[in-house]
């Protein structure tokens, strides 16, 4: 299950990421490298302004909402306690030894 919600949100943010590149910014952007110029012929050019921001907001609310619902409902609980990659090492072997009380040496008197 968890897989599954894992794979669609990485389909998501693909697409999320194609159609945010594909739209066309005041200065062309990078809508040329990826077909994004001749898109407009197929819908119109104020169309396809419409149909892309509606695309990029759809999937964006999807992104979210997905996360979302991963972190809380499908990802595993933490009723196991693994211990960290650190905590399970052994000490090394060239440990220094335990720290010696601080002793003050006695003044000589006067």
Same mark, same amino acid.
């Given at each position: 299950?968890?897989t599954?919600?894992?794979? +669609?949100?990485?389909?998501?943010?693909? $697409?999320?990421?194609?159609? +945010?590149?594909?739209?066309?910014s005041?200065?062309?952007?990078? #809508?040329?490298?990826?077909?994004? #110029?001749?898109?407009? !012929?197929?819908?119109?050019?104020?169309?396809?302004? =419409?149909? $892309?921001?509606k !695309? !990029? !907001?759809?999937?964006?609310?999807?992104?979210?909402?997905? *996360?979302?619902?991963?972190n $809380?409902?499908v990802l595993?609980k933490? =009723?196991? +306690?693994?211990?960290?990659?650190?905590?399970?090492? *052994?000490?090394?072997?060239?440990?220094?030894?335990? *720290?010696?009380? $601080?002793?003050?040496?006695?003044?000589?008197?006067q």
């Amino acid at each position: 299950m968890y897989t599954f919600f894992l794979v +669609v949100e990485i389909v998501v943010s693909i $697409l999320l990421t194609i159609v +945010v590149l594909m739209q066309a910014s005041k200065g062309g952007g990078l #809508a040329g490298s990826f077909g994004g #110029a001749n898109i407009g !012929t197929v819908f119109g050019v104020r169309r396809t302004s =419409d149909f $892309l921001s509606k !695309t !990029t !907001t759809i999937l964006a609310t999807l992104f979210i909402v997905l *996360a979302l619902f991963i972190n $809380l409902v499908v990802l595993p609980k933490g =009723d196991r +306690v693994t211990p960290s990659v650190i905590q399970s090492q *052994a000490p090394p072997s060239g440990a220094l030894p335990p *720290a010696q009380p $601080l002793t003050v040496p006695p003044q000589p008197q006067q």
